[in-house]
């Protein structure tokens, strides 16, 4: 689960109500990512800005059906599920599929969203950019350590309370 900043400002769009989320998931043959994409629009403060990136490793008689979207707000993969790339193939291909949003966010097809989700992981995401000057910021699980692991160009924070996970519960 990572979620980051597309782009090389700190930030494209001033605004939460203007800043648009590409979540980018590959699943395979999981009857729960119908639910888990209607949670995120559901629990979002503004769902018109989320954009999914779907790898749908499906049989056509169990594609999801995906009529609860607004047509902007889907860019789908279809992959027949026994001619599958691999999921760091697939990820990737999803990645190719980002336009003009301003934030990635890549998670498995079972997950969960806390209501605001998507401006609190933004506002979030801007307070560690104004901490890392012009750097990228990268969020991802683990141990927080954005003071040991640093390069001119990128800084990584990883986390693991439980406390600080759930500011995106994702």
Known sequence: ISLGLVGS???????????KIFISIASLRDPTLEATMRIALKNADYPENIVFGVGAQYYD???????????NQLRLLKINPDTRPGVVRLRYEISKLIQDEDYFLSIDSHMLFKQ?????????????????????????????????????????VQLCTPKNLSLIHI
Request: glycine letters at 4%.
């Open 9 to 19: 400002e700190m930030c494209i769009r001033d605004s939460y109500y203007m800043s």
């Open 61 to 71: 008689d169990e594609m999801p059906d995906f009529k609860f979207l607004n047509k």
């Open 116 to 156: 605001h989700w998507d401006t609190k992981a933004i506002g979030w995401i801007k307070e560690l950019q104004e901490k890392a000057g012009k750097k990228k910021v990268c969020v991802t699980n683990g141990r927080i350590v954005m003071d040991q692991i640093q390069s001119s160009e990128q800084v990584i």
